[in-house]
């Protein structure tokens, strides 16, 4: 007997989830644009798909990342999906041996122990492994269920899994998580009830059974028990499509894509569709989210990326996000959701089409140089920096030429972060022409928002694309600038598109251990804050942007410096508004600490300062820390 | 006689009366923009945003007079105006108000497009 009828919840739900799979898989691949198809083509040659496939066994079953994040979060997440992997393949290899045939329904291995019971040892057993299966199966499900009692307890101790919030699910998540939830139990009940009628099971089933069958009809039980599972399952495969467990299928599709090469574009597309498909609201961004300062949760990742896959974002939820990526730093699927959010904004302001046709009249000069300084639209907001860095170069004996003295053509990132790449591409294209011409070999720039688009979207053959952070530091490590030390504590502050956008945080930190003493802060490198000043963000008004300057300041200021550093100038503006502490970009730092400087009194004006607030709070009986960084120093 | 009338004046001239007319002009777009960037209630005209302006040394462009034109509802023509601005966000940044004045950008962008003036 390999047929039932309560079989059929579970194999019709299975056959419409296939389906469903295979028609979503289809109309993705196809609908790639022509240099993602491309790559998919090269990638399924080349050998990715290896690195790809482990990705995929690292990440979909072990869930590396998950546990990188919390362990308890990890092993939660772990006993879920390689639990129910492994009592797939397990249960598969049982069905074949018992059945002695490898082509069984594919409902068979299942429900296996309703329709094999017999206590037997199996001829590959008997020689092997006595009771190999009846324990591994047992095993397995004691695994998934320890995963589902963590999942119970999260609910209302998240804390315990590294997060404060979780996210809110909307119905359709509930009816999935609940039948997701009922299978393994439901599956424990029927082993178990089967095992109670047929003296049956393993260590786990066994005992329960016969425990149940000392007081309950087990022989009544059994048989509703097997439907009740199969239902669970049936329903869950059913809702799947629709409800977050849609990233169980899809993130492999997306492991798969990236490691070919195909990246968010800058218009939403399918793969765009396939990165919103892959999100899992797990709610690991939620709490790393500035915006939640600010009072907007809708607009943090999970349900941002929620509303998009169900169609019901608004301009305000695209525009409410400050770009800064911690979002995607924590995300255990690595969707980018800084990409998306852009992406969704080209959709909003496609009405949005300015006309540059006056740079054609703006003349280029033709100084031949070695290298072109660019301070930036928001560095000659901070004039203090292009003074400080005039200063640093004129020293080095650099034939520099500073590009934008009396004004620039803006970079065009902050274009593209409003979704107009169009309008930005007529910026570059700008730009390009008039440092191309310069003939230098170097490009420094102050503003890591200009930083990120001069190296990553302008094409500059031949010419180095750099920070001031690493090219202060080669000027430093190179002789060409002297700098003495200090004992000022400072604390650095990693800028959104230099450290997370760019990858850049040791230059700085190198740069500044010449300099001051160095003090660690809880949230730093990649997991540095956001200063709330972004141009990223669209919709925020300032009050909001000022809360949550404020929360970051807090971060930032704990271990009492004297010095608040940064090597944006936007950050900088941004921090100065609100900081007791005195805020410095990198270069300034650099221009006061060589030794020919006469304005070095600035440098120590704040030290003093910081130490008078010191004292007095001591004298206030409040306990106050100054971390030795160097002793020798301080 | 005009020679000397103009020496009089010391090169200084008088412009000519005007007066709103909203028989022509539409607060239709600023109520939209409004709606929109409700910071823009906050403006007060003081033209720190045109002085900072990254397209204003190269252009006319002024946000200051973008604003006003659109409170006024003296709305034609501005959708060449409006075309000028990079969004660098220099202007936000320097705003004793606090006007969200990128995302003013964008809404009077848009609004120029969609309202029926």
């Known amino acids: 007997m390999t047929f039932n009828l309560f079989v059929i919840p579970f194999f019709g739900g299975m056959l419409f989830l296939l389906a469903v799979i295979i028609i979503r898989f289809t109309a993705w691949l196809a609908t790639l644009d022509r240099s993602g198809r491309k790559k998919l083509g090269h990638g399924l040659l080349n050998g990715q798909i290896f690195p790809a496939t482990w990705e995929v066994f690292m990440e979909s079953l072990l869930h590396r990342r998950m546990f990188r994040q919390n362990k308890l979060l990890g092993f939660m997440h772990m006993s879920f999906a390689f639990g129910w992997f492994l009592l797939i393949v397990m249960g598969n290899l049982e069905s074949r041996i018992y059945s002695g045939n490898h082509l069984n329904p ?21 020689y092997t492994l006595p009771g190999f299966f009846r324990f591994i199966m047992d095993f397995l499900l004691l695994f998934i ?14 804390k315990w899994f590294g997060m404060k919030r979780t996210t809110q699910h909307n119905k359709l998540d509930k009816w999935a998580i609940t039948s997701l939830w009922l299978i393994f139990p439901m599956r424990l009940l029927a082993e178990s009830f089967t095992a109670g009628v047929y003296q049956g099971g393993g260590f786990l ?4 059974g016969m425990a149940f069958a000392s007081f309950l009809p087990v022989e009544h039980l059994y048989y509703p028990a097997w439907w009740a599972y199969s239902i669970a399952l049936g329903v869950f495969f059913v809702t799947l499509p629709w409800s977050r467990y849609m990233h169980i299928p899809t993130e492999v599709l997306l492991i798969y894509l990236r490691h070919f090469g195909i990246k968010t574009g800058k218009k939403p597309d399918s793969f765009t569709d396939i990165e919103i498909h892959s999100c899992p609201r797990c709610g690991v961004c939620i709490d790393v989210c500035q915006m939640n300062y600010a009072g907007k949760t809708d607009a943090t990742p999970a349900y941002f990326l929620r509303s998009l896959r169900y169609g019901k974002q608004n301009a305000i939820q695209d525009a409410n996000c400050m770009l800064c990526g911690r979002c995607h730093q924590v995300c255990p699927v690595q969707i980018d959701t800084v990409g998306i959010r852009m992406a969704s904004r080209y959709i909003d302001n496609v009405l949005v089409s300015p006309s540059y046709n006056y740079l054609d009249s703006i003349q280029i000069p033709e100084p031949r140089v070695d290298m072109l300084y660019f301070a930036g639209c928001m560095g000659h907001l901070t004039p203090s920096v ?11 004996g650099e034939n520099f030429s500073f590009m934008d003295e009396d004004g620039s053509v803006c970079c065009g990132r902050p274009l593209m972060m409003a979704g107009l790449p169009e309008a930005a591409g007529e910026l570059i294209r700008k730009n390009t022409e008039t440092i191309v011409k310069s003939g230098a070999k170097t490009f ?25 952070s690493q090219y202060l530091l080669r000027l430093v490590e190179s002789g060409k600038i002297k700098v003495d030390a200090s004992p000022v504590l400072a604390v650095y502050h990693d ?16 740069l500044l251990n010449k300099m001051v003493c160095l003090a660690d802060i809880s949230q730093q490198r990649e997991h540095a804050l956001c200063c709330g000043g972004s141009v990223g963000d669209l919709a925020m008004n300032y009050n909001e942007r000022t809360v949550i300057r404020d929360e970051a300041l807090k971060i930032l200021l704990e271990p009492n410096p004297d010095l608040l550093v940064t090597a944006c100038p936007l950050c900088k503006k941004t921090f100065d508004n609100g900081s007791d502490v005195m805020v410095m970009d990198l270069a300034e730092i650099v221009s006061e600490r060589m030794p020919e400087s006469s304005d070095s009194t600035l440098f120590e004006a704040p030290v003093t300062q910081s130490r008078q607030q010191a004292s007095l709070s001591q004298e206030a009986g409040k306990e106050v820390k100054f971390p030795v960084c160097n002793p020798e120093l301080r | 006689m005009s020679d000397i ?8 001239t008088v412009n000519k009366d005007r007066q709103i007319d909203y ?11 409004i709606i929109a960037e409700p910071s823009l209630n906050l403006c007060i005209s003081c033209g720190t945003c045109a002085a900072t302006c990254t397209a204003a040394q190269f252009t006319d462009f002024s946000l200051r007079r973008l604003i006003l034109l659109v409170r006024r509802g003296e709305v034609s023509g501005l959708e060449n105006e409006v075309t000028k601005c990079m969004l660098c966000g220099k202007c936000q940044l320097v705003c004793p108000r606090g006007v969200n004045t990128r995302n003013l950008i964008l809404q009077i962008h848009k609004a120029l497009k969609n309202t029926v003036l």
């Open chain 2, 5 to 12: 009338k103009e020496k009089v004046r010391f090169g200084f």
């Open chain 1, 145 to 158: 269920l320890s995963g589902l009692v963590l999942a119970f307890i999260k609910r209302t101790r998240s």
């Open chain 2, 23 to 33: 028989d022509a002009n539409s607060k239709k777009l600023a109520s939209t923009v």
């Open chain 1, 106 to 126: 594919p409902y068979y291995p299942i429900f296996l122990k309703f329709f094999v019971h017999d206590k037997r040892a199996l001829p590959f057993e008997l």
């Open chain 1, 495 to 510: 800028p959104c598109e230099l450290g997370r956008g760019s990858g850049i945080f040791e230059e700085p930190r190198r």
């Open chain 1, 205 to 208: 089933t066994n005992t329960l």
């Open chain 1, 444 to 468: 420094v720039t102050s503003c890591p928002i200009c930083f990120k688009v001069f190296s990553e979207e302008y094409k500059l053959p031949g010419i180095e694309v750099l920070h001031h």
């Open chain 1, 386 to 396: 292009k003074k400080a860095m005039v200063k640093i170069l004129d020293a080095s």
